[in-house]
């Protein structure tokens, strides 16, 4: 049973350009969050999804920053127009029926903004 | 606006020396308290969760346990294979807030051999 895949594990993107991080979920969990982990930050809530809704985005950037969990297919994370701040390692997580069921957190993917 | 501040930033123990790390937490209302480890390069690992006050758990060398105010993360005698950062992470009561974790910054732990 393999768990939270996410990719890729390492994205470099020059400025100004789109970034997408995909994460999969492990089997039988409809619950996605993904959070941010600033260089020498604690990690910081963004969004939580089910299939094809977003429940809650209080932690997304206003702009720039979207995500999506469709019907078929991983959780997408999507950053455009990338600027240097965006630099960081974006964790997406999962569950089977909400935090109360325990977060199983993927390895991660590094973005890098050159 | 819930906090969350893990001390000490950072711990170095012998192997075999025995210590605490601290979690102090505020928030309006506590579902529940969680801890983590988080090794270089990967995401973090569940440990623990605790949900009222006088709760305690306990994982091999690691035990954890719940005030109103903290939790602690109790290391007994530990190896070098417990070399890690050290999450700690509450999720507070309410709708939409009661799906999302509010995480310390983290204790980096190393244990020399």
């Known amino acids: 049973n393999a768990g939270v895949m996410q990719n890729p594990r390492h994205l470099v993107r020059r400025r100004g350009q789109e970034a997408r991080l995909r994460c999969s979920p492990m089997?039988?969990?409809?619950?996605v969050y993904w959070y941010r982990q600033l260089p020498e930050e604690g990690l910081k809530f963004m969004v939580y999804?089910?299939?094809?809704?977003?429940?809650?985005e209080s932690g997304m950037p206003k702009e720039r920053f979207s995500a999506e969990f469709p019907k078929e297919g991983p959780s997408i994370l999507r950053i455009q127009q990338v600027v240097r701040g965006d630099s960081a390692a974006y964790f997406c997580?999962?569950?089977?029926?909400?935090?109360?069921?325990?977060?199983?957190f993927g390895s991660g993917t590094r973005l890098t903004v050159v | 606006e819930d906090q969350v501040t893990q001390s000490p930033e950072a711990l170095r123990l012998q192997e075999g020396e025995s210590s605490s790390l601290n979690c102090s937490y505020t928030?309006?209302?506590?579902?529940?308290l969680f801890w983590y480890r988080q090794d270089p390069g990967k995401g973090p690992e569940f440990l623990f969760t605790?949900?009222?006050a006088g709760e305690e758990k306990e994982k091999e060398r690691l035990k954890a346990t719940l005030t109103k105010k903290e939790s602690f993360l109790h290391i007994t005698a530990p190896k070098p294979e417990d070399s890690a950062t050290y999450l700690c992470?509450?999720?507070?009561?309410?709708?939409?807030?009661?799906?999302?974790?509010?995480f310390g910054g983290g204790t980096r732990l190393m244990v020399k051999p």
């Open positions: 999804l089910q299939k094809e809704n977003i429940i809650d």
């Open positions: 997580a999962s569950s089977p029926q909400g935090v109360n069921y325990g977060y199983t």
């Open positions: 928030v309006s209302g506590l579902r529940g």
């Open positions: 605790l949900y009222s």
């Open positions: 992470a509450v999720q507070a009561v309410g709708n939409n807030a009661g799906n999302m974790l509010t």
């Open positions: 089997k039988g969990h409809s619950h």
